[in-house]
């Protein structure tokens, strides 16, 4: 766990120095201008306009500093000769993984929780409201983010830093499509297509379980069973993906 | 094969061993008996081929390495660029893995983690994480290695390194020679029983060589095994006990330091006084010379033990008088210079035949 955390640690504080968090600011005044500018627009629903804008910019954001931060985490070690320092350690590579993927969620964390507070300070000096939904929406994002940084750890494990970009990128817009196969595998009536349907359900992330804004918007909020499921599915997928990284990596040759 | 380590039929025949009858069991009888007879390494036949992709020739970069380093020692190893000095440290490391051969680390299979906890490495070019001072390396080499912290220890270490200014000051922000002394420290900081330093003195002024071959000195006093790969010789020559000379990915020497310089006595010089002629040069090496004069000096280039004898006698049945003989060694630059040229031309009779 020391190695883990160690590890964890050395990751945060690279993604800090490496001044991701000036994103946030982009962010805050992205938030504030759009308000600004959309609200009067919206006759009497200033407050779903700016909780819209403010949860999928967070999503996008914080998806954005996954994929960005993320794809490289295993390159840059590779390409800056620091895996030497690591590997002629009693370091499992698995510990590796797990270190570098809590490093990067600690600061998706502090980047979704710093994102939430200036949405809520937003909506507050507008008059509205902040009410728990809010704050499910928030963790239903940080989980989002678990399953993409998982994703793009597992792909970095494998293959190059771009291709591992890409190919989160693209895992983050098809998950989100992802209810779309549900449908397809409905319409489908032949045994091969609805067995590659149904693979395909099982191999592509979730993500549409958490791009639903109406109980926020509504101010309803989410069930438990629906937060519950959420939660669940998000830890799985993510961990599995870190396992599969962790076995990938100790069977690769680290020629550096 | 390993003259020196195969000293009972038992060790002769688990080391000679051949992966044809009684595989298993053999195999099993050789990997207990690894750790009591005292190896820190032991390689036998180590292969290693890489295969950048299916466009490109495979490079075999080791060709049944054999190399063998006891509890204690310091083992000098040495070869050109590209002879598999660093695939080795690699393999040893468990970051590459062999294509043929046997490997034993500490008594463990190559890059088993009981074995890497009790190593210490320093790489050819350092490199650490540019944000981190040099006193954060060295607590974070002792996180990733499982020992205490202990920061008052790690600052004394730097001091000692002649690097205490280190310890707050970024990595980034350190030459090239800074930044090895920190590698040296990380190394160090855990108290392995094992050093793998590969080019320890590379960048390093000639005060920080001092201090880093007095560093070296003092770990080999205090029993740790020291594995050294440099192309200084000089300092090979002073601090190691055993040296192996490799060429591409072969074991070309090995033996212990006075004795691979011993039978190299590169010139003899005989001084006196009185009668002599240049008749004693008769039978000597020919580049061997009489230089007259009062006293007058004999020159022997590269004799053999019995034409300096010879020579002796002649000078005092001339009527001679010795008044001194000197012998020249040759360092081990001269050794290592001989040793890879026959290989190469070796390796040349090879391709011609």
């Known amino acids: ?57 967070i999503s ?51 980047s979704v929780l710093l994102m939430g507070v200036m949405l809520a300070l937003v909506l507050l000096a507008g008059g509205h409201g902040v009410d728990l939904s809010l704050a499910q929406a928030l963790a239903l994002i940080l989980v989002e983010m678990g399953i993409l940084s998982a994703i793009a750890i597992l792909i970095a494990s494998f293959t190059s830093p771009i291709l ?22 409905a319409r489908t009536s032949s045994p091969v297509g609805r067995g590659v349907v149904e693979g395909l359900r099982w191999i592509l992330p979730r993500l549409d379980l958490y791009g639903e804004l109406l109980p926020v918007l509504t101010g309803t909020g989410w069930t438990g069973p629906q937060l519950g499921l959420a939660f669940v599915y998000g830890s799985v997928y993510g961990a599995a993906c870190l396992l599969l990284a962790g076995v990938i990596l100790t069977r690769r040759e680290l020629a550096l | 094969m390993f003259p020196e380590t195969a000293r009972s039929p038992r060790a002769v025949s688990l080391f000679l061993m051949t992966p044809v009858r009684g595989q298993a069991k053999a195999r099993n009888e050789m990997r207990r008996s690894i750790p009591r007879m005292e190896y820190v390494i032991a390689l036998h036949r180590l292969e290693k081929v890489y295969k950048p992709s299916v466009f490109r020739r495979p490079v075999q970069a080791l060709r049944g390495l054999d190399l063998d380093v006891r509890a204690g020692e310091t083992y000098g190893f040495l070869g050109l660029n590209g002879a598999g000095k660093t695939t080795t440290f690699k393999l040893l490391l468990g970051l590459l893995r062999p294509t043929g051969g046997e490997g034993w680390l500490f008594g463990r299979p190559l890059g088993d983690r009981r074995a890497l906890a009790r190593l210490g490495f320093l790489p050819e070019l350092p490199a650490y994480y540019p944000y981190l001072s040099g006193g954060e390396v060295l607590r974070l080499a002792r996180d ?93 020559e002073a601090l190691s006990d055993r040296i192996g000379l490799v060429s591409e990915g072969r074991l070309l020497r090995s033996g212990r330091t006075e004795e691979l310089l011993s039978g190299s006595v590169r010139e003899v010089r005989i001084e006196g006084s009185g009668a002599i002629n240049e008749d004693v040069l008769a039978g000597m090496p020919n580049e061997s010379l009489l230089v007259p004069g009062e006293p007058w000096r004999v020159l022997l280039q590269r004799p053999e033990p019995f034409q300096v004898d010879a020579c002796l006698r002649r000078i005092i049945q001339q009527g001679g008088t010795v008044l001194g003989v000197e012998s020249r060694r040759e360092d081990l630059e001269a050794v290592f210079v001989r040793t890879m040229e026959n290989a190469g031309q070796g390796e040349d009779d090879r391709c011609a035949s």
């Open chain 1, 164 to 185: 591992a970009g890409l190919f989160t990128l693209a895992a983050y817009l098809i998950g989100h499509g992802s209810g779309d196969l549900t449908d397809l595998l």
């Open chain 1, 1 to 57: 766990m020391r190695v883990v955390r160690a590890i964890a640690w050395n990751t945060a504080v690279e993604a800090l120095r490496d001044k991701v968090l000036y994103l946030l600011l982009f962010f805050g005044l992205f938030l504030f201008g759009a308000s600004r500018l959309l609200a009067p627009l919206a006759l009497g629903e200033a407050k779903r306009i700016t909780l819209d804008v403010g949860l999928s910019s």
């Open chain 2, 144 to 236: 990733l290695s499982g020992a205490k912290r202990d920061d008052a220890r790690d600052k004394r270490l730097l001091d000692e390194l002649g690097i205490g200014f280190a310890w707050s000051r970024p990595t980034r922000r350190l030459s090239k020679g800074q930044l090895q002394r920190v590698g040296l420290a990380q190394a160090l900081v855990h108290e392995p029983e094992l050093l793998i330093l590969d080019e320890p003195m590379s960048g390093l002024d000639p005060l920080a060589r001092g201090l880093v071959k007095d560093r070296l000195r003092a770990e080999r006093e205090a029993g740790r095994t020291i594995v050294l790969s440099t192309h200084v010789l000089a300092d090979v």
């Open chain 1, 60 to 110: 996008a954001f914080g998806c954005l500093i996954a994929i960005f931060v993320g794809h490289q985490l295993i390159f840059r070690e590779v390409e800056r000769k620091t895996l030497y320092f690591l590997f002629s350690r009693p370091i499992h590579r698995a510990q590796f993984v797990w270190g570098k993927f809590l490093g990067l969620y600690a600061i998706l964390s502090l």
